[in-house]
């Protein structure tokens, strides 16, 4: 009986250990997705013409999934697969550091989403709080600014 439990243990940490494999291959496509298409958003929306957003790592500041600098505009940009209450403050933190080390640049913070969870609403707050624009991602082209 012992050894069968020892087993079953192994064979969830191997299947925990994949599942943690598929999300994070899939939080990649996302952010890729999202990269791709939302410059057309913040074209018809924010009047700026980007070509790319890139994934950057800024020293003292952290990882934006999506960033561009236009003349003294900064668009910094978060992706998530979903949406929650620590995710929003992680990204506040970010950009209250990004807005520290470029204090001469004027900065809209990005985020943008697919699934909905129990604590979505009240991330979607706490980012509004901030002014962040929260985009909800359906696919492709397909932003839907939540407020």
Known sequence: MRKDQEDAWVTIRHLMSDVGGISRSLGKLLERDVRHYLPMWIKGKLGFNVDKLRRVVIENVGEF???????????????????????????????????????????????????????????????????????????????????
């Open 65 to 147: 999934d999506g960033y561009v600098e236009v003349d003294d505009w900064i668009i910094a940009v978060e992706v998530k697969a979903t949406l929650r209450i620590r995710d929003a403050n992680d990204f506040i933190n970010r950009l209250a550091r990004l807005r520290v080390i470029k204090a001469n640049k004027r900065i809209t913070a990005v985020l943008a989403y697919v699934n909905d969870v129990k604590e979505t609403a009240e991330a979607i707050k706490v980012l509004r709080t901030y002014n962040v624009i929260v985009l909800r991602h359906h696919g492709e082209d397909d932003f839907e600014e939540v407020t």
